[in-house]
């Protein structure tokens, strides 16, 4: 492999990761507050496969980097304008229905993209893929239910959902945000095309806002820059939280 | 020198930490044993990406090892193939059932629990199948929550993976 293209995988391995971490720890705050305990347990059993996921991202990325980089290393030793998760995952949780609209959105789009990468000409990328996308199956089965429950629900849970719907639209085109450098992956087959992707992420999005009742909205002005390193005011407060311990005590063990 | 055989038998001590009735080889976790001149290599694979039990797991099965006396060992995790519950033995599936916890109905999932109701599964304690899904995520990764409507008792099945 090239350098070129080490860089360009180094970056996408980044993303993902930094994508399934960040919505990981997003998840892990319902821990204890979550409506009924059901959910409760739900939303950190899919945290836990989140983290878990970044794992394998960040691991295969610090061999990649060629500068043996740990887990822990590109987890907590990098700055917000370092992290490149897609804006989506980094918004605040809000209410039940604002979270599970994050979810449903982010999780059509991680299915779909598991999935191509199940062809992936990587052998590590694929096999992580495997692994993910049997997991992703339950998540998105659990999220879309939710999405027609309380889209097609009473009244106010309508009006709710809806309005989650509608407020976090402008993060959706971040999600599909391409480097310039994704083209060598495009070109070696370690990546799908975005495109590909967005087309079917369109149809699971229709097909389920449909049945829920809801309207997509429609297109208005998007932000976009979260590979880019460029984040709302929200990532911060995370990392705030998230990387205090290993940066006050840096020898602290379990 | 220990033999692979030896090394098996070992290993069937080491239970899952969440599932204490379970070996790590019912679970189908441990792959691979090999020894040669070098040592034994055991290759495990993890169950859920995000189990929280994998690690101690692979430290269990460490220190089970030395404990044993075996000297020179290495553990490689490997996460291709997959793990599925398909790997559960038969006679893990029996100690599952009789500890209370459903086992995995059939083969694992496909793309049709995008669209199809939740499997039907058998009571743990009666048998009936008059159970209901109440949550598809449960007390830990590889379980869902159900209840059974004729004993009334609620209890948890090893979802398939």
């Given amino acids: 492999m090239n350098d070129n293209l080490k860089k360009a995988l180094f970056d996408y391995l980044l993303w993902m990761g930094d994508t399934a971490l960040v919505l990981g720890h997003r998840l892990s705050e319902w821990c204890g507050h979550g409506p009924i305990l059901e959910e409760d347990i739900a939303l950190t059993n899919i945290a836990l496969d989140l983290i878990g996921q970044a794992r394998y991202y960040y691991s295969y990325a610090g061999e990649v980097d060629g500068t043996g980089k740990s887990e822990d290393q590109l987890a907590y030793m990098r700055d917000v304008l370092a992290y490149h998760n897609s804006l989506l995952v980094e918004q605040p949780n809000g209410d039940f229905a604002f979270t599970m609209v994050r979810q449903f959105l982010f999780t059509a789009f991680s299915y779909h993209l598991q999935d191509a990468l199940l062809s992936s000409s990587d052998e590590r990328i694929r096999s992580v893929a495997e692994k993910a996308i049997k997991e992703v199956t339950y998540h998105l089965r659990h999220s879309s239910d939710w999405i027609i429950r309380l889209g097609d629900g009473t009244d106010e849970s309508h009006k709710k959902v809806q309005e989650a719907i509608d407020n976090i639209w402008m993060f959706v085109d971040d999600l599909f945000l391409t480097l310039p450098s994704d083209k060598l992956l495009v070109g070696a087959k370690v990546i799908p095309e975005m495109a590909a992707i967005r087309q079917k992420w369109e149809g699971t999005v229709k097909?389920?806002?449909?049945?829920?009742?809801?309207?997509?909205?429609?297109?208005?002005?998007?932000?976009?820059?979260?590979?880019?390193?460029?984040?709302?005011?929200?990532?911060?407060?995370?990392?705030?939280?998230?990387?205090?311990?290993?940066?006050?005590?840096?020898?602290?063990?379990? | 020198m220990n033999t692979e055989q030896q090394i098996w038998d070992y290993l069937e001590e080491v239970k899952d930490p969440e599932i204490p009735v379970l070996s790590v080889l019912d679970l189908g976790i441990v792959r691979n044993i090999q020894v040669d001149a070098d040592g034994a290599l055991v290759t495990i694979t993890p169950t859920y990406t995000g189990c929280p039990a994998t690690h101690i797991i692979e430290e269990d099965i460490r220190s089970k090892l030395k404990e044993k006396g075996v000297i020179n060992f290495n553990i490689k995790t490997v996460i291709s193939p997959a793990w599925t519950t398909d790997w559960i033995t038969e006679e893990g599936r029996r100690k599952l059932k009789d500890y209370g916890i459903a086992p995995p109905e059939s083969n694992t999932p496909d793309k049709s629990l995008l669209s199809n109701k939740p499997k039907v599964v058998h009571c743990?304690?009666?048998?009936?199948?008059?159970?209901?899904?109440?949550?598809?995520?449960?007390?830990?990764?590889?379980?869902?929550?159900?209840v059974c409507n004729d004993c009334k008792e609620p209890f948890d099945y090893f979802k398939c993976l």
Avoid at chain 1, 212 to 239: C, D, F, N, V, W
Avoid at chain 2, 124 to 145: Q, V
């Fill in chain 2, 124 to 146: 743990p304690r009666c048998n009936s199948l008059n159970t209901e899904m109440k949550s598809f995520f449960g007390s830990t990764p590889c379980k869902s929550l159900y």
């Fill in chain 1, 207 to 254: 097909s389920v806002l449909e049945e829920a009742t809801l309207k997509q909205p429609m297109a208005s002005y998007m932000m976009k820059g979260g590979r880019e390193g460029k984040h709302t005011e929200h990532l911060g407060h995370i990392l705030a939280e998230l990387q205090f311990l290993p940066r006050a005590y840096p020898d602290a063990k379990w």
